[in-house]
Nanobody, 124 residues
Framework: VYLVESGGGLVQSGGSLRLTCAAS????????MAWYRQAPGKERELVGS????????????NYADSVKDRFTISRDNAKSTVYLQMNSLKPEDTAVYYC??????????????WGQGTQVTVSW
């Protein structure tokens, strides 16, 4: 499974961006997809995740407290794509945003794949 993020950029405080993560390869093996972010000098943190089971979604999502009610994760299974809609952006949201997929490789094992990241910068 290969992941490619896009949609990052520079936006003013209060603005919006939508990030896209396109998966390719054995996408039918993806169990869960998630967005993480890493700000300079800080550890990578989970932004939110969404479960995917083959071509059918469960609809469950989890979000970090800092982004609840501002960020929304959605998916398009037909396109093997996950989106992160970010509204009411704040300067503290500035970070490199990474897409992540949990891929089932056997009955008892999964592996985690990462994209290359996309920079989001929020100015005052």
């Amino acid at each position: 499974v290969y992941l490619v993020e896009s949609g990052g950029g520079l936006v003013q405080s209060g603005g919006s961006l939508r990030l896209t993560c396109a998966a390719s390869g054995s996408t039918y093996q993806i169990k869960t997809m998630a967005w993480y972010r890493q700000a300079p000098g800080k550890e990578r943190e989970l932004v939110g995740s969404i479960r995917i089971d083959g071509r059918t979604s469960y609809g469950g999502t989890n979000y970090a407290d800092s982004v609840k009610d501002r960020f929304t994760i959605s998916r398009d299974n037909a396109k093997s794509t996950v989106y992160l809609q970010m509204n009411s952006l704040k300067p503290e949201d500035t970070a490199v945003y990474y897409c992540n997929a949990e891929v089932v490789v056997s009955i008892e094992a999964t592996v985690t794949e990462w994209g290359q990241g996309t920079q989001v910068t929020v100015s005052w």
